[in-house]
């Protein structure tokens, strides 16, 4: 069984952003993949900020990037750029970290206005970082994204939408495996 990881660098404990990173893992869990789901917010702040790869939870989130066949980069867009939470995390990783992996970037934001997040900033990180293939990118307004008591409800404009890339993110992981 592969392995996916979903990063979500979202500093708020409402967020739209981690609940897109559940709704995306559990629709891969489905299909047999073993799915996890590091939510960045949850690291210690002070071994984050000190890049303390040393700290054993910061050590162990390492591991889980390196472990795994796949990720997915879920962010909330600030300021027309991904999250300084995610951008901090990333930065801990090596040269290579994500050498032999499938990446699927995701944002969420107010404003179609800020869709070139995921190709100007997102892809980019990925690419660097060495990713092996780093799949069609995908923008979710939250105006289309409603927190639910148990979950999170899409518009099925963009809940389509979604499907298809997680579709081509689960060929993508195929052929890598």
Do not use: C, N
Not at 14 to 37: C, K, N, P, Q
Not at 121 to 129: E, K
Request: glycine share 6%; hydrophobic share 45%; proline share 6%.
């Amino acid at each position: 069984m592969s392995h996916v990881l979903v990063i979500s660098g979202s500093p708020s404990p409402t967020s739209r952003t981690e609940l897109v990173g559940d709704y995306v893992a559990r629709r891969l869990a489905e299909d047999e993949w073993h799915a996890g789901h590091l939510k960045v917010r949850d690291l210690p702040a002070e071994p984050l900020l000190r890049a303390d790869i040393a700290d054993p939870r910061i050590a162990e989130a390492l591991e889980q990037v390196a472990l795994a066949d796949g990720i997915v980069l879920a962010t909330p867009t600030y300021k027309a750029s991904f999250s300084g939470l995610l951008k901090m995390f990333l930065d801990l990783l090596p040269q290579h970290g994500f050498a032999h992996k499938v990446v699927l970037p995701l944002a969420t934001g107010g404003s179609t206005a800020h869709v070139l997040v995921l190709d100007y900033a997102l892809r980019p990180v990925a690419h660097s970082l060495d990713a092996r293939h780093v799949v069609q990118s995908f923008f979710l307004l939250d105006t289309h994204l409603t927190r639910l008591d148990d979950g999170l409800d899409i518009r099925p404009e963009s809940a389509g939408l979604l499907d298809g890339v997680i579709e081509q993110f689960r060929k993508a992981l195929v052929a890598r495996v």
